[in-house]
């Protein structure tokens, strides 16, 4: 089976800077987008950013310019590089990767068990 796990979340000052880490493991055919999602009680879950296999990014409109996402395919990780950290970013971080397990299945998603980003004021 896959296994998503994050790293880096944690308290920091608004301004400050938190980097994210996400490693994938198990059996693992290939890995198509990966990316960071997030989510805040009682709100819905929402995209901050993906990557393609390929290096393509994209990003939430709030956090574009402040963010950047980053992989390393020999790792099977994922990173997150967030700067000029605002209150409203607070929240629980999910790791997601697109993986095949073997190459006559589609791919699916898998998600992390989630790492907490809290902005201080």
């Known amino acids: 089976q896959v296994q998503l796990v994050e790293s880096g979340g944690g308290l920091v000052q608004a301004g400050g800077s938190l980097r994210l880490s996400c490693a994938a493991s198990?059996?693992?055919?290939?890995?198509?987008?990966m990316g960071w999602y997030r989510q805040v009680p009682g709100k819905q879950r929402e995209l901050v950013a993906l990557i393609s296999s390929g290096g393509i990014r994209n990003y939430a409109d709030s956090v574009k310019g402040r963010f950047t996402i980053s992989r390393d395919n020999a790792k099977n990780s994922v990173y997150l590089q967030m700067d000029s950290l605002k209150h409203e970013d607070t929240a629980l971080y999910y790791c997601?990767?697109?993986?095949?397990?073997?190459?006559?299945?589609?791919?699916?998603?898998?998600w992390g068990q989630g790492t907490q980003v809290t902005v201080s004021s």
């Open positions: 198990g059996r693992i055919f290939s890995i198509n987008a």
């Open positions: 997601y990767a697109d993986i095949k397990t073997n190459w006559t299945t589609r791919p699916r998603g898998y």
